[in-house]
Structure formats: C-alpha cells, structure tokens
C-alpha cells in the first residue's frame, strides 16, 4: 500500500510511466527502509529508549498506511470516473499459453523450493556477520549500540559511526517485537525469505523490460534467474550465496534487489526511483558517503547511453555530408 | 596501494576457484557479441565494460576503493549484473533454438536439459564447498544449555565464560547472558565492528579453554596455544609453575580466578577435563563443580 500511494504521487499521472505491481512492493520495502532510518537515527542521537523508537516506527507506519490508503481510494475513484467517460480503456488479458503455464510452474516451483530451504534448513554464513547479536542488544539494552553486541557489556570506547547509522539491526528489532518473534527467527528465517522474494520481483521488472512482448521469455529468463542463485551459492560474494545464505545482510539487499532494480529503472527512465534506491542502499551498507553502487550503475549506464547517442549522432553526421558531397 | 591490488588480483584468482560463473558470463558476453542482431545493446556494452574493469587488477583496486575498502574483493561484482546478462543470455539462446526447431520436440528438449546442466556445472549443484552450518540446529543445543544455567540463580544476570561451542551462540540465543569474551575472539574480522580491545586476561582466559576443551589439559603455554590455534598442530604441555624456560603458563586455576575478577559468574569447563584439573579450580575458586549437560559447572557468588 505504501509503495503504491509513493508511485501514486511520484509519478502522477505521466503517460508512458506505468508501474507494475512488482514496483509497488519493491517501494514499499524501500520506504520501510526509510522509515527505519529516520527513527533510527532519531533515537541514536537523541539517546532515545528503543522501545521509543519501536513507537515511533509504529505511529509513522500507521500514518502512513491511512494517508495512502485515502490515496489509493481516491485514485481508483478518479480511474472509474475516467473509464466511466470514456477516456481510458481497460486493457485486454491474454489467455495464457500452455508453454507459459509449464515455464512460470516452473519458476514457481524452484522459487519455492528455495523458500522451503531457507526456511528449514537455515545455512546461514556466520563469518562477519553480528546482526543476530546487535538485535538481541538492542532488544536486551533498550537502546541502540549502548552495549557491546559481542558480549553485552558496555562499550569501553565505541563503535564506529559508519557502523551505527545502517538501520537494518533496528528494522529487525523492531519486527521482532512488532510480530513477537525472536531474533534469530526474524533474521534467519523471515528475512532471507523476504530478500529473496523482491529480488524475483527485480528480475521480474527486468524480463517485462528485456522481453515486453512474449510471455513465454519473461517466465524462461525467471526460471534461469532461479537456476543462477541455487546452483550459484557456492561462495561468498555471489548473489545466490547471499539470497541462500545471508538474505539479511545489507550487502545482499543492494546486490540482488536493488541494483537490478536500479537496472531496470534506468532502462525504463524512472529516476526519481532510482534515487530512492540510493538513499536505500546508503541507509543499508557502508558507502562512500552515499556513493554506493546504485549510484555508479545509474551513472554508468546513463553514461554509456549517452557516448552511444553521440557516437551514432556523430556517425550519421558523417554519413550525411558524405551524400550530401556526393 | 601495492596491498590492494595484490588483493583485487589475489580475489579475482579466489572469485574463479569455487564456480565458474565469471566463465560463463564472459561466454554469455561473448554470444551476445557475436550476434548479428544486438539486443539491449546498453546492457551488454555496460556488463562487458563492467567485467574487464573487475577483473583487471588496477580499475578492480580502484573500485575496491570506491566501494570504501572495508568490502572484500568479491563485493565489486555486484556492480557487474552477472545473474541477470546470464539468464538473459541463455533466455535468447533457448527461445530461438525452440523457434527454429518447432517440430523436434527431442532435439527442443535436450538442449534445454544441456543448458541446465551447463549452469549446474558452471555452480556448485546446490553442493557448495563452504562449511555449512545449520544454525538452528546448533543453537539448540546452546540453547538448551542456557536454560539450565538459569535454574541456578533465578533472575540473577548471567556473566558466562564456557567453550567456544557454547559462546558462538550464546548472545544469539539470549541477549541477556553476557560474555567474557565474544565471537569475534576467534573471528578477527569482527573486530572492525569495535573499537574496544580484549585485556590479556581474556585472551588467557580463550587460549586456556580453547585447548582444554580439546584435551582435557591442566596447563598450557601460552606462546603454544596461540601457535596450536593459529597453525592448528598438536602440541603437549609440560611442567607446572607460572613460568617455564621463561615463557607464560596458563594454568586453569589461574585463568578461572581472573575471570571470576572480571565479572564472569557462571563457568562451563569442558566435559573431558581431568580430575587434578578440576580439583585445582575448584580450590582455587572455593567452589565445588557440578556436572550439566556434558559440562562441568561452576556457580559462582
């Protein structure tokens, strides 16, 4: 809801800027990000209680769930009374084909098996990673970062800044008590699931982007998606290792949500999107002052867009004072 | 500078150990290239672009340094899109294959099985090489431990020093049970989360219980047990005293008494340890040890 009132307001009613469904909740999942970030660094610097920044989470939740539910009612209000006049047409479905069926059952199937692994298995990939610790010290203490989250003792000297300010740890935390779970259910098991679903919804944007007009492409590319991440789990570092693995840690949320997410908004020119998944990514992992690799995707291929067009333009000058001599 | 690209080229080489999805990409890239029709022509040019600056040592130091050096090697990759210019690739590969060949439904099958298989064996099949660890499983047996260690002393706040089996999930478990030392005593890596440093004792108190537990010693070198972790070769301990040919002794009695000075209440000692062993910090903390799932117990006031 909150990703569809966000793309409500951000991209109006602009023709040819259409969202997907995909998109609503990968921006909702960007906006809770947000949200996160904002009590969390409110609480952080102003030695709030986190039982405080667990209220305060919630109130702007709840805020923000009734603003967009009023939007979105009024928004289908404004559609049906345009439909009714006849100036927007309902689009027509089109019957799925059996190779279509066979492809994205099979998608489905693996996407699931997926889910049932990490779930009930739970290989997680411990080395480097404290998260579980920093939500319990956090859930113990009432307070973010006042005790070590090795050993809960009071910090001696501290931790560094660029650490405390990534919101992840308190968006857990504050689903642990929202939902009454503990940490480590929260972190490695519903969280991972979580990461591991936008990030289909990423590839899923991608294939309507790559192979807009055939199904039957769409639910082959997301089939081999599948096949990448299970058979790609064999180190660290590889999107399949982190979505199996380590589906809570910032890094595997920027590299297999958010950077194909960014990919497909540049291609589709939504970049006001493209800067919320910059803000999303400086809030989830340590970056160079915000610098991450959303922003040098974004850059990239905006950049090598552009020497391709003056590239071409240059070249078909060329071409026109070759005839235009002969 | 020279450090970093040694590692960028050092990461390269460990990226292309385990799997072989940097050969598959470049071949994907390589099909793509080869094509007299070029789709998503922004794509390629940025992934074929993207792969030759990783994997060139210098622009892959210099992207190791934008992504602010705390990142390994390997985290670079994610601004290559590996996973979608595959599944892209092999996407076209197949469509086409079934367009031009509609009526052999053989033919149509065993290529779509063969580019299955090529992925499988390009990745790990689901079996990766990594030591995997189920830690649901694992943290039920800290767990478990934890909760009879509440008996003793209801509600009092627990201060634990035990084995490494039962440290590594401790806090996991419970964020209430506070520890002498934490993971990352053994995990150096986690160290970049802290400024604050161990005091000698710790470290005593971790080397000690680290060979303890896995022979049961009354005393060890210090200077052996921190070879023995660090190399992982067997050693033997001799002599008694503080001090042996001038090196530090560890000594069980000593290290528990520094850890009782440190705040810790509850100590576990491994279930093999010697009976001179335990007699030794029993007396030396003037409490008897009790036996508690494989462990023995020490409840201090």
């Known amino acids: 809801m909150l990703g569809k009132a966000a793309l409500g307001i951000l991209y109006k009613r602009q023709s040819g800027k259409e969202c997907y469904w995909e998109d609503c909740f990968l921006v909702g999942g960007i906006l809770c990000i947000g949200l996160s970030e904002a009590v969390h660094l409110g609480t952080l610097f102003l030695h709030k209680n986190f039982s405080d920044c667990i209220k305060l989470f919630v109130l702007f939740l709840e805020l923000f769930m009734v603003v967009s539910v009023l939007l979105i009612v009024w928004r289908r209000a404004r559609e049906k009374a345009e439909v009714q006049e006849g100036r ?68 001696e000297i501290g931790a560094p800044l660029r650490l405390k300010i990534l919101c992840l740890p308190t968006l857990y935390g504050i689903l642990c008590r929202i939902f009454g779970l503990s940490a480590m259910q929260v972190v490695w098991g519903v969280i ?7 990030s289909y919804l990423a590839y899923s ?62 291609l589709r020119r939504r970049w006001k999107l493209v800067v919320l998944c910059v803000f999303a990514e400086a809030c989830i992992v340590w970056t160079l002052y915000g610098l991450g690799a959303c922003v040098f995707v974004a850059a990239g291929l905006l950049g090598l867009e552009q020497l391709m067009k003056s590239l071409k333009k240059r070249k078909g000058g060329k071409e026109e004072t070759v005839c235009g001599n002969s | 500078m020279w450090e970093l690209l040694k590692n960028a080229w050092m990461g390269w080489l460990e990226y292309t150990t385990g799997g072989k999805y940097a050969a598959l990409l470049l071949a994907v890239l390589l099909f793509l290239w ?21 994997i060139f040592p210098v622009s892959g130091a210099l992207l190791m340094m934008y992504q602010t050096r705390f990142y390994d090697y390997q985290w670079i990759w994610n601004l290559v899109p590996v996973t979608l210019v ?143 972790i660090k190399s992982e070769e067997e050693m033997s301990t001799e002599g008694t005293g503080q001090r042996l040919n001038g090196k530090k002794l560890l000594s069980g009695a000593d ?45 201090l006031p």
């Not at chain 2, 003037?286 to 036996?291: K, T, Y």
Request: proline share 2%; aromatic share 14%; hydrophobic share 45%.
């Open chain 1, 88 to 155: 927007t047409s309902g689009g027509s479905r089109q019957a799925w084909a059996r190779g279509e069926i066979i492809v994205f059952a099979a998608f489905f199937l693996l996407a699931l098996w997926q889910v049932i692994t990490i779930v009930t298995e739970q290989y997680v990939y411990l080395r480097r990673d404290m998260t579980v610790e920093a939500v319990n010290s956090f859930l113990t203490a009432d307070a973010i970062y006042q005790v070590n989250p090795m050993t809960g003792q009071p910090y």
């Open chain 1, 192 to 198: 991972p699931v979580i990461t591991l679903l936008l």
């Open chain 1, 205 to 266: 944007l991608l294939a309507r982007q790559l192979f807009s007009k055939s199904r039957l492409k769409r639910g082959c590319f997301l089939v081999f998606a599948a096949l990448l991440f299970w058979a790609g789990d064999y180190a660290y570092g590889m999107d399949g290792f982190g979505l199996l693995h380590g589906g809570f840690w910032g890094v595997t949320i920027r590299g297999a949500v958010l950077v194909p997410y960014v990919i497909g908004l540049v």
């Open chain 2, 34 to 54: 080869m094509r007299r029709k070029k789709e998503q022509k922004l794509l390629l040019y940025y992934t074929s672009l993207m792969a030759g600056l990783c």
């Open chain 2, 86 to 228: 595959i599944a892209f690739g092999a996407t076209v590969f197949i469509t086409e294959y079934w367009e031009s060949y509609k009526k052999e439904r053989f033919n149509k099958a065993a290529v779509t099985l063969l580019v299955f298989v090529v992925i499988l064996l390009c990745g790990s099949a689901g079996n990766a090489e990594w030591e995997k660890h189920a830690v649901l499983a694992e943290s039920e047996e800290t767990a478990e431990v934890l909760e009879l260690l509440s008996a003793y002393g209801e509600g009092e706040e627990i201060c634990l020093w035990a084995p490494q089996e039962v440290m590594e999930y401790a806090r996991a478990v419970d964020g209430g049970v506070k520890l002498l030392y934490g993971r990352n005593m053994w995990e150096k890596w986690l160290n970049a989360y802290s400024y604050d440093t161990y005091c000698e004792e710790q470290v005593d108190c971790y080397l000690w219980m680290t060979l303890a537990e896995e022979n049961g010693e009354l005393e060890v070198l210090a200077e052996q047990a921190s070879e023995r």
């Open chain 2, 255 to 299: 290290c528990a008494k520094n850890a009782a000075a440190l705040g810790v209440n509850r100590i576990l000692l491994p279930g093999n340890m010697n009976r001179d062993a335990l007699q030794q910090v029993e007396s030396a903390l003037g409490v008897q040890s009790r036996e508690l799932a494989g462990f023995y117990l020490f409840v």
